[in-house]
Structure formats: structure tokens, C-alpha cells
């Protein structure tokens, strides 16, 4: 049987800022302004996109830095350990009040998954910096009966494209990597670095903005490569 490994975000399920990146931390970046620690939401994004670029890697290591661990390191030089526990607390509920709400499913998911699944068997490869985000989202949307299994890097602590999410990954689906097409947004995480690791690989590339081919612009055009 051949398996399909998807990506999540802005692939399966679009996330508000789906063509630009990243999801924001603006919407919490008022609690730490409120709470005295920054003096304007601006200074603490700047912070954020600050301390993220020196901790984004470590080696060819990929180690997933969850949302709580990345604002204790960014708050916690500024404020009292009695002030930290309960901001960071505070953040986090924040997100998750306003994150879910910002997400839609990435036009034409569901009548791709539902002429695949009698032939493929599918997983979900994704980068998430909350523990058991990629379960919840898939739920949202009543998309996770599809796949046998939905892989979150917060949930092991690497992520894409550390070699060892693929691992991880394949051996979930007790597959050879030859008998998966990955199919992804990320041009390194989601094409090169499954390609490395022997598998045939898919870029769904709405932005037109890269040359890797197979590439696909819509989900209306997918058919999985397997040579
Ligand atoms: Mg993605």
C-alpha cells in the first residue's frame, strides 16, 4: 500500500497569515504590555522575531522550542519568576482562545481526501509549537478519521526538517520511504528534506515561487508521484 504524508499548515488547514508566514503573536502581544514587562506589542514582537532567529536551529539538529518554553526565554530576563508563571499562563490562553477561530480549511481539502482514501493510506507530518495542536485542528475540521496518524513536533520535540520526524513518521506508517509522496507548502521541509530520506515528494506551491517540480497550485491538480 502506498501512503500519502501531508503537511498541515496552509496545506491541509490554512492558517489567517497563510501566504506570509509563520502565525503571528500579535493578538497575545498585548498581555506582556499590559503586564508592564514590554512598553508597546511592538517591542515584544520585535523581541519574539528577535530571540526566535538565534534559537531557530542548533546544528542540524531541529529541536521544536514549544510557545510556553519560547516566552519563558523571552520574558523571563525581564520580569519576576513570581510575574512569569502566570503571564506565561495567560498568553497561552490567550492563543488558544484566538487561534482556532483564525483557521479555514485550505479550499478543496475535502473532496481531495475523499477520492484518495480508497487508495492511499495517509499520515500528517507537522511543525506545531503547542502539544496536541495538529489532533485539535484536525478535529476542527472533522478531517482527522482520514489519517492513521498525525505526527505534531511539539509532541516529540524535533521538527521538520530534522531527520528525525521522518523517522519517526515512517515508522508510524510501517512503510519503506519509497511507498510515500509527501506532499507540502515547504519547499525544505515538505520537498527537499522528504527527498533526502528517499521519498517522492509533491510542493503545493499556491504562491508560485519556486521551480521544484512536481509542484502543484491547487489541490484540484494533486496526483501523488511514486517515480
Ligand atoms: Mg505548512
Known sequence: MKWIFFDCFNTLIDEADALTGESGMEPIAHVPVAAGV?????????AYFGWR??????????????????????????CSEALLGPL?????????????????????????????????????VSNFFLPGTVD?????FHIRH????????????????????????LSLAGCSASDVCFVG?????????????GMYAVHFDRRHSAAATPRIASWDEFEPVFS
Do not use: C
Open 88 to 124: 506565561v499562563d495567560e498568553m497561552i490562553d490567550t492563543f488558544k482562545r484566538w487561534y482556532p477561530a483564525t483557521l479555514t480549511l485550505t479550499p478543496g481539502v475535502l473532496s481531495m481526501l475523499e477520492v484518495l482514501a480508497p487508495h492511499y493510506r495517509m499520515g500528517v
Open 38 to 46: 514590554f512598553d508597546h506589542p511592538d517591542d515584544f514582537m520585535a
Open 53 to 78: 532567529s538565534s534559537a531557530w536551529k542548533d546544528g542540524n539538529a531541529y529541536p521544536e522550542v514549544t510557545l510556553p518554553e519560547r516566552l519563558r526565554s523571552l520574558l523571563g530576563p525581564r
Open 136 to 140: 485539535e485542528v484536525l478535529e476542527q
Open 185 to 197: 507548502d515547504n519547499l525544505e521541509n515538505d520537498v527537499r528534506a522528504p527527498i533526502r530520506h
Open 146 to 169: 482520514r489519517f492513521a496518524f498525525a505526527v505534531n513536533s511539539a509532541d516529540i520535540g524535533f521538527k521538520k526538517p530534522d531527520p528525525r520526524i521522518y523517522v519517526h513518521a
